[in-house]
């Protein structure tokens, strides 16, 4: 018993000892980071700025948006009493003060809009407007700010405003032009928002990574655009007449156009989610309209072709494998690939109809065995 005590009375001393050692360790820290804030209360030397900015720079490409902000930070803090005319080497490359200012607001103002502090992002935004105004960029983000708000009529005019005008300017800007094509998609205006779409891809055929995208404008173009056809065609859906020779050959050009604009986009992006996801959509429609056709003319072996495509792009899609024994079994009398599609059906899911048609197939290849020899 006097034991237990003894212990619990060194483990008391030891936990006062630890806190006391604990406070007295923050007191140090806190009185480290005071002397140090009142070091650096002067702003850094004007001959750091170029070094400031291309450190900033590639923390920004690398997405490190901590460190690129606290870099372009230091940058304007050494800027802060120049002439803006004032010529400074960044990367060897000589430039003025205010387009070094210009730059950096920018992008404060684009980590912010990506942390989601949208209010201190327009806030620096303005800062980098009272530089330039109608600078391309200072538009761009603005268009894109303004664009948050989608509830908002007034903001949504202002936005498409902004894009115009840098259209205007830069004719081939195809971050302008996707994110018009976004604001025209979600008013509904599908024509015009194909039109601009499609000059956004026209506009970035080597794919140029966007720093607030998951992907380069050529892809995300690309995927709205095969969604904005796909809009289309369910507006054909709904027309009160029969279709004409040239309502099925605009349905059929928009179904295979928007195909092969995700498929581009795929060859680019193999890890996007969402493109597989639109693609094996299209693909089942598609061979499903491939099944259906008059009866003398069914593509049944065109069918087998699309579901083989899904099959590849996600080897989990039971339905695709299903559909394949399907047209094997009853359609193109081939037991043996029917049984391997079945085998496949039953290992993603195990289900007893799907044992019983493995089992009758497997007894009808061999009882044909047996019977050829």
């Known amino acids: 018993m006097s034991f237990n005590a003894k212990s619990l009375f060194s483990l008391r001393n030891w936990l006062i000892y630890a806190e ?10 806190a009185s480290f980071y005071t002397r140090r804030g009142s070091a650096e209360s002067e702003p850094p030397p004007l001959s750091e700025v170029g070094n400031f900015i291309v450190q900033a720079d590639t923390r920004f490409a690398e997405q490190d948006l901590v460190d690129a902000a606290l870099y372009y930070w230091q940058a ?4 802060d009493a120049v002439e803006k005319e004032q010529v400074i080497s960044v ?17 404060i103002s684009e980590i912010y809009s990506q942390s989601n502090w949208s209010k201190d992002a327009r806030a620096r935004l303005e ?24 509830l908002d009529d007034a903001l949504l005019a202002q936005a498409t405003e902004e894009f115009l005008a840098v259209i205007e300017s830069d004719p081939n800007n195809a971050e302008a032009h996707y994110r018009l094509g976004v604001l025209y998609h979600g008013n509904r205006q599908l024509e015009e928002a194909a039109v ?9 055929p080597e794919f140029r990574d966007v720093a607030s995208e ?13 969604r904005t056809y796909a809009k289309m ?9 029969e279709f004409t020779d040239e309502d099925l050959a605009e349905v059929t050009r928009l179904e295979s156009v928007s195909i092969l604009l995700l498929e581009q986009a795929l060859e680019q992006r193999p890890e996007m989610d969402e493109v597989v996801a639109d693609l094996v959509r299209l693909l089942f429609a598609r061979a499903s309209a491939l099944e259906r056709e008059d009866i003398e003319t069914r593509g049944y072996g065109d069918a087998l072709q699309v579901y083989k495509r899904i099959s590849e792009l996600d080897p989990q899609e039971v339905r695709a494998w299903e559909r394949m024994a399907e047209i094997y079994a009853s359609f193109l009398g081939d037991k043996t690939m ?12 195990p289900h007893p109809t799907v044992l019983a048609n493995v089992k009758s197939l497997e007894e009808d290849i061999a009882a044909e065995s047996e019977s050829e020899e």
Do not use: C, W
């Not at 304007?76 to 800027?79: D, T």
């Not at 065609?233 to 007449?241: A, E, K």
């Open 91 to 107: 990367g060897g490359v000589s430039q003025t003060a205010g387009a070094i200012s210009l730059h950096a607001n920018l992008r």
């Open 338 to 349: 029917a049984l391997e599609m079945y085998q496949k059906v039953y290992e993603i899911e």
């Open 233 to 241: 065609l369910q507006n054909y859906q709904f027309l009160d007449r």
């Open 76 to 79: 304007l803090q050494a800027l």
């Open 20 to 29: 006391v050692l604990a406070v007295i360790g923050f007191i140090m820290l």
């Open 127 to 150: 800062h980098a407007a009272r530089i330039q105004p109608d600078h391309a960029d200072v538009r761009l983000l603005r268009g894109r700010l303004l664009s948050e708000d989608a």
């Open 214 to 226: 998951k992907s380069p404008i050529g892809i995300l173009a690309r995927l709205q655009l095969s």
């Open 196 to 204: 601009h779409y499609i000059k956004a891809i026209e506009s970035d």
